[in-house]
């Protein structure tokens, strides 16, 4: 099965950004991405998918009922951080989602130049909080004129205005910023504000589970327990939104605490919803499912052997470093003192720390279908700080950005080995993988204070009977960190199979080749330095880009070591030692 080259290239659209929003995937493309799933979410997916036209007559008759006497109850003020200065661009009419920025869009709620991804923002309102954070009268106008619209603009049904994950979204936001912009509204625009949560949760309470899942099943399941919590006559919505939350759990949460998509992107999403769904509860008198308490408590750890020195996540699985601040208000608010997980098998994960180094390894197989819609192709990968600098990376991802998709899912994009430039799981047209790796093995040893991860994958044996072995050893000490990425072969290897070996580089880590030699030396912004030796492959330095920080794109350096397949067996040795260690 051929695969296109893996380039990492600085301009390459991909094809989501041109077929614009998967609503309006025609129905052979649906089919074709059910084939894949799971029968039970396969089978939710094509009775939403057959529903949807019948949503264009009305989102709920339930619409039609008269209010009831009851106010809506802002139980629990979002407590996230907004930026003042994105806030003040709103109030501009200036609109910055998912790597654009439009000017007074027209129309507004659907402008023509817009993506899915910028239009799933405009309609999540999450901004709403940017707004709060830059205060003043006309950041609470703008807000409330803009709710305004929508509500007058999107009574009809429309994509993606009333997916039922950008509901929840949008739900929650309003529901969470009510205390900013409507509180002192007048009783007119809080009579529209209050049918229109009524009808978006009447029909989101009708829709679910939607054939959702990962993340988007618990964001709109949580927009129905706001909703439940927040409205007067939401009672029923409270039974069915807990009802569906525990559901989620038992399928998203793994035994040691790791989410399913294996994304610490997504993880850190997924606990700060399931906190702000218990700070819900606490502030109605209602009892914390044990469920619940039981996820977040085993996720905390997790989230905390994801992170660097510097506080940032590692860059697997569509996430990006993230905004400090959120991730240490998070756990805070998780009140737990558990320290890092060092391993977390069930989810694949694995953390070497001896003393101020720290080595973050992917060391577990793809999510299954249905939660690997943006899941990476970067099995073995491993990433390498010290203290707060971070040095080897992945190169992360933007992930807002449709345009990065395809080129950040790739194995090139990660510091592993590739075989014959192809996909360590092969990326499929549209999400998630087609041919993927089915067997990972990880052993992980340690013997007075040094630390040995002896891994595998069997992503290359259907097409070339090809497994590649990786063994990754830190010193007791930290300043030795070494490796062995091995390719063996089951039966006669195909003649010269070309291999690469990347070790992407963090834009602030500068790195040259020693004259004479093989040799390359790295040296970090605050002045460290590190040797790479290696031997059994070619030695060549190479552009790479950075997408770990939100927002931002950025050149760096990448080592390669480059080699053919030859044997049976090809083995290539490296190591990375800190100059003036041992």
């Known amino acids: 099965m051929s695969q296109a080259p893996l380039e990492l290239s600085m301009t390459r659209p991909d094809a989501a950004e041109r077929r614009g929003p998967a609503d309006a995937r025609p129905h052979f493309g649906l089919l074709r991405d059910v084939r894949r799933l799971p029968r039970d979410l396969a089978w939710a997916r094509i009775v939403y998918a057959l529903k ?39 109030v501009q009419g200036r609109l910055s989602f998912a790597g654009r920025t439009i000017a007074d869009p027209n129309p507004l709620w659907h402008p023509r130049e817009a993506n899915a991804a910028w239009l799933e923002a405009l309609h999540g309102f999450a901004w709403l909080r940017d707004l709060r954070a830059c205060g003043g009268d006309a950041a609470r106008r703008t807000a409330r004129d803009l709710t305004g619209s929508w509500i007058v603009q999107n009574k009809a049904w429309s994509a993606p205005a009333w997916r039922p994950e950008t509901i929840g979204r949008r739900l929650v936001s309003w529901l969470g910023q009510y205390e900013f912009y409507a509180a002192s509204a007048e009783q007119d625009f809080c009579d529209g504000l209050h049918r229109s949560l009524r009808r978006q949760a009447a029909h989101l309470a009708r829709v679910l589970p939607a054939g959702l899942a990962g993340r988007d099943a618990i964001a709109a399941i949580k927009g129905l327990i706001y909703a439940g919590y927040c409205l007067p006559e939401g009672g029923r919505w409270q039974v069915r939104g807990l009802r569906l939350l525990e559901q989620e759990l038992h399928r998203q949460i793994l035994a040691d605490g790791g989410q399913i998509e294996r994304s610490p992107g997504r993880h850190l999403a997924i606990l700060q919803d399931l906190l702000d769904i218990r700070a819900l509860l606490a502030a109605a008198n209602a009892e914390t499912p044990a469920s619940l308490q039981a996820a977040i408590t085993g996720m905390t750890p997790v989230l905390r052997l994801l992170q660097h020195g510097d506080g940032g996540l590692a860059l697997f699985n569509h996430s990006n470093e993230g905004e400090g601040l959120q991730i240490d208000l998070t756990l805070q608010r998780c009140v737990s003192r558990q320290r890092p997980l060092m391993t977390a098998p069930e989810t694949g994960f694995q953390r070497l720390q001896a003393s101020r180094s720290l080595v973050l390894v992917d060391a577990g197989p793809p999510p299954p279908p249905g939660y690997d819609d943006k899941a990476h192709a970067g099995t073995l990968s491993f990433e390498f700080s010290v203290g707060r600098e971070r040095l080897i990376v992945n190169c992360g991802a933007q992930t ?32 998630g993988f087609g041919q993927r790796i089915a067997a990972v093995t990880c052993r992980r040893s340690e013997q007075e204070g040094a630390l040995l991860l002896e891994m595998s994958h069997d992503g ?31 039966e006669a290897p195909p ?3 070309p291999f690469a070996i990347r070790f992407h580089l963090h834009p602030s880590v500068r790195a ?30 190479d552009g790479s880009v950075y997408l770990g920080e939100p927002g931002q794109l950025r050149r760096g350096q990448q ?24």
């Open 52 to 90: 949807r036209p019948l949503f264009a007559v009305t989102p709920s008759l339930q619409a039609l009922a008269p209010l009831g006497s009851g106010k809506i109850v802002a139980l629990s003020p979002d407590p996230w951080p907004g930026n003042a200065a994105r806030g003040n661009d709103i």
């Open 512 to 541: 040259s080749q020693v004259q004479g030699s093989d040799d390359v030396l790295l040296r970090s912004a605050k002045g460290s330095g590190w040797r790479l030796r290696s031997a059994g492959a070619e030695v060549t330095l």
């Open 495 to 497: 003649q010269n199979l």
């Open 460 to 490: 290359y044996q259907a097409r070339f009977g090809a497994t590649h072995h990786r063994c990754l050893y830190l010193s007791a000490g930290g300043d030795d960190l070494r490796g062995e990425d091995r390719i063996d072969f089951a």
């Open 400 to 431: 807002r950005r449709p345009d990065w998709y395809g080129v950040q899912r790739t194995t090139a994009a990660h510091s592993t080995l590739t075989l014959a430039e192809t996909n360590s799981s092969e990326l499929a047209p549209d999400r």
């Open 559 to 582: 080592i390669i070591l480059r080699g053919e397949t030859r044997a049976r067996e090809t083995l290539v040795k490296w190591a990375l030692q800190k100059e003036g260690g041992r």
